[in-house]
């Protein structure tokens, strides 16, 4: 955490204090209304964000033209992914990305464009997450629900997204640290995750804190642990996983913003100064406390190093799961 | 507060001139989006949110939701007069629609998918603004073994949709199975069937299929036919222009049956109104006193499936407005709608914004009324299409439907691949298989097989789960009876035959 506020200090730095001049004073501007593609559909994360951010380009003045979100969904980003490589040297398209960018090739043969064969631009937001159970669970902290799940190994359940989704990932380091065993049952919609886990017939799930803060509000659940580095705003009385006692890392979910490859430089730096301009907005600064996202900005050259460092820890993670792991 | 205070509140909100308008132009636009096959209601909601940024929630949200319901109206239109499904949950609409069209009454078709959808998509309304706490509280019961249920209860409906032979059917959705099955394991990730193609990874669409065998093989089966000059009798007379009193008689039960069975497996987040509309044609059948005239043009046969897709747009909102769980990809995307314009939809969401839950009941009421008004006038202009000479028709049905596809996903790879069904289309025609059996067993296979396999997560690989919840034995005997009805018809008749000699 330390590390990313230092980081969007130097960047911050950078572009203000003019160590490389402000890249629109360069040569390129997008001069046709740019195409934004996501590999979610209408309503899923990528896209909900890409309009959202859309909107707040428009409100705050930033881009000269409109963004147009072009959804590409299918085969975990890959479809979407595959779609920007083939868009080779196009200025007028960028894409959002999330970590399954960089999963979902590690272990599908067919997804063969991975982040590293687009053009890095920025890293926007990280999605904390909480871990929530049902209000009336006997479970009153995380401890309580391992000391459950070993006393009966693979009889409790957690609902969650796709196996090389962070849910999954969450449950991994937890059952290696602890060596507690439960089941996890993949759900592709977010809203049939919450259903099974209202309606009693799993114990667990990994939540976005938005989303869980209604249920809590309504007294329909309770939340054990928080999978951040330090405690939300919003959880104050919410122990991290370090807190309650698990030495296991953090794993946000990451989004952020990549190009085509092989476009010139000055677009990078056009595209890295607009998102720069965007994340210290009030309407950005707004749109992450809503939300409760985390501001996660990186320019393109600490991205790289980021998608590496990802990269390797989850092809461990996946490895010890069991999931045939292709490159 | 009671539910006559909040519609009189509802009623305030929804009879404002703005808000009237907004409702207008939702519903004509969900109609067109409806009637043009391929875009649906998530991508046009999608594209029209930067505009509802600008206007106030309640107006904005209005308009969406006509947009919704509208679409569900329209997608009938297609199906009846040209064997092209506009809307996943139409292609139930063509069996009996389009065959009431090959007889001269495509108007009365129309009309009574119009009168259908509104009955049905009033009873929704009523439902959503009765019911709606409870009954999504009820919906929390289903999960994975339930899901699993329900769909081979849907899948049992093959026996109803069969024609002469019951193995050509049981073939025919055996296929519709095998195509769900493709793409990504959504388990697993590994790839089935994709032999390599990225474009496969996500499955094959459902639209395209459903065109490809409806619209492209019917197409190609005519053309071989090549004698008449016009495609299809235009309705003459009045009493083909719009349903008679006869045909509403007939429809009384399906009117019902639609708007209960939409409604309830609407409430359900993980079902949709495809198989809404199949069960509710297959129980029309059922419990028919003329179940041989399925598919040759009944209007029961149309009401039914109309019926059944427009009340579960009022039941799809129950858990979106009373949980915040979004059971489709439109209400995924209102949900969407709703967070950006800074609501927080959830348990206490309809408690906390009284005048926007009631002003969109309210505005329901209205919208049904306006479609209704709007549709009815257009159905002898719109029959009037049958008027076209076949060598206009027929090149125009396949550019539509080439449109259609490519406007779902803006992939090429899509057009051959409905190229390619429509072939099989015509071959399953020329070879007398059915083809409503492939594509039931196409729509419900994903959601079956995710149901079963999440099941034996739950159970840890034990079958019994499924017959031990209470709700999913019955519903899984019930589609056991079923599957066994042509089993009974047959030792029956062997019976009689034998007492004959």
């Given at each position: 955490m330390e590390k990313r506020i230092a980081f969007a200090a130097l960047s911050a730095l950078v572009a203000f204090g003019g160590v490389h001049p402000p890249a629109w004073a360069q040569g390129y501007k997008p001069a046709r209304p740019v195409e934004v593609v996501v590999h979610t559909g209408p309503g899923g994360g990528s896209d909900v964000l890409a309009r959202a951010v859309a909107n707040m380009m428009e409100k705050e003045k930033l881009l000269p033209v409109r963004m147009q979100v072009v959804n590409k969904t299918g085969g975990g980003g890959a479809v979407a992914a595959a779609y920007l490589a083939e868009k080779k040297g196009d200025q007028n398209t960028i894409g959002f990305f999330t970590g399954v960018w960089l999963t979902n090739p590690l272990t599908s043969a067919e997804a063969n464009v991975t982040l590293k064969d687009l053009t890095p631009v920025a890293r926007l937001v990280l999605e904390p997450a909480v871990i929530a159970v049902k209000a009336d669970a006997p479970y009153k902290s995380l401890p309580d629900f391992i000391a459950a799940a070993k006393k009966s190994p693979g009889q409790l359940k957690q609902s969650g997204g796709s196996v090389t989704s962070r849910d999954n990932v969450v449950r991994q380091l937890l059952q290696k640290n602890t060596g507690a065993q439960w089941a996890f049952i993949s759900f592709p919609g977010g809203g049939e995750r919450i259903a099974a886990l209202l309606g009693g017939h799993v114990n667990i799930m990994v939540i976005e804190p938005a989303e869980a803060g209604e249920h809590i509000r309504a007294g329909n659940?309770?939340?054990?642990?928080?999978?951040?580095?330090k405690r939300l705003p919003a959880f104050p009385n919410v122990p991290t996983l370090k807190e309650a006692g698990f030495d296991v890392p953090s794993v946000p979910q990451v989004r952020g913003v990549v190009a085509p490859p092989a476009i010139p430089?000055?677009?990078?730096?056009?595209?890295?100064?607009?998102?720069?301009?965007?994340?210290?907005?009030?309407?950005?600064?707004?749109?992450?406390?809503d939300n409760q996202f985390e501001d996660g900005y990186q320019g393109a050259?600490?991205?790289?190093?980021?998608?590496?460092?990802?990269?390797?820890?989850?092809?461990?993670?996946?490895k010890e799961a069991g999931a045939k792991v292709v490159r | 507060m009671d539910v006559l205070s909040g519609l009189m509140q509802g009623f305030a909100v929804a009879l404002q001139p703005a808000n009237l308008l907004w409702c207008f132009v939702g519903v004509v636009l969900g109609t067109v989006v409806g009637i043009l096959p391929g875009l649906g209601p998530p991508a046009t909601i999608a594209m029209l949110l930067p505009l509802t940024f600008l206007?106030?929630?309640?107006?904005?949200?209005?308009?969406?939701?006509?947009?919704?319901?509208g679409a569900k109206y329209g997608g009938s239109t297609t199906s009846i007069l040209l064997n092209v499904p506009g809307e996943s949950a139409s292609v139930v609409t063509c069996l009996d629609g389009y065959a009431m069209a090959r007889k001269g009454r495509a108007g009365a078709a129309l009309g009574i998918a119009a009168i259908a959808s509104f009955v049905a998509g009033t009873v929704g309304v009523v439902g959503l603004m009765l019911v709606a706490p409870p009954l999504a509280k009820m919906a929390l019961a289903f999960s994975s073994p339930e899901y699993f249920a329900l769909m081979a209860l849907g899948l049992a409906m093959v026996v109803l949709l069969a024609g002469r032979s019951m193995l050509k059917a049981l073939l025919a959705m055996l296929v519709g199975l095998w195509i769900a099955g493709i793409g990504t394991d959504p388990f697993s990730t590994t790839s089935r069937f994709t032999f390599g193609q990225l474009e496969l990874l996500s499955g094959v669409d459902f639209v395209v299929v459903a065109i490809g065998v409806f619209a492209i093989g019917e197409v190609l089966a005519a053309m071989q036919g090549r004698a008449e000059a016009q495609a299809l009798p235009a309705p003459k007379g009045l009493r083909n222009l719009l349903p008679t009193l006869q045909d509403l008689k007939d429809c009384r039960f399906a009117f019902a049956n639609g708007s209960v069975i939409g409604f309830l497996i609407g409430?359900?987040?993980?079902?949709?109104?495809?198989?809404?509309s199949f069960i509710s044609y297959g129980v029309e059948k059922a419990v028919s006193r003329r179940p041989q005239e399925f598919g040759k043009g009944v209007p029961e046969g149309v009401a039914a499936p109309e019926g059944a897709n427009n009340s579960e747009t009022g039941g799809a909102l129950v858990p979106l407005l009373t949980l915040g769980i979004?059971?489709?990809?439109?209400?995924?995307?209102?949900l969407a709608a709703l967070v950006l314009w800074g609501f927080k939809p959830g348990p206490l969401f309809i408690s906390e914004n009284q005048a926007l839950f009631w002003g969109l009941v309210a505005s329901m009421y209205i919208g049904n009324v306006m479609l209704l008004v709007l549709n009815l006038p257009l159905v002898p202009l719109f029959a009037q299409v049958l008027r076209t000479p076949a060598f206009v028709l027929y090149p125009l049905i396949l550019g539509i439907s080439?449109?259609?596809v490519y406007s779902v996903s803006g992939s090429l790879f899509d057009v051959s691949l409905l190229v390619a069904f429509g072939l099989l289309g015509y071959l399953m025609r020329m070879l007398d298989y059915p083809s409503a059996p492939l594509v039931l067993g196409l729509v419900l296979g994903g959601a079956m097989e995710r149901a079963l396999r999440q099941s034996l997560m739950m159970s840890q690989g034990d079958l019994s789960i499924l017959a031990t919840r209470p709700i999913s034995a019955a519903m899984l005997s019930l589609a056991l009876l079923i599957l066994l009805i042509p089993l009974f018809n047959k030792l029956n008749a062997w019976r009689l035959q034998a007492l004959e000699q």
């Open positions: 659940m309770r939340v054990l642990a928080q999978v951040t580095d430089k000055e677009n990078v730096a056009y595209w890295e100064g607009v998102f720069h301009k965007l994340t210290q907005t009030e309407s950005w600064k707004k749109f992450l406390a050259a600490e991205l790289v190093k980021f998608y590496d460092e990802f990269t390797d820890r989850m092809r461990g993670i996946l | 206007m106030n929630p309640a107006a904005a949200m209005i308009m969406l939701a006509g947009i919704y319901y409430v359900l987040p993980g079902a949709g109104s495809t198989i809404a979004p059971g489709s990809g439109t209400t995924a995307i209102l080439i449109v259609g």
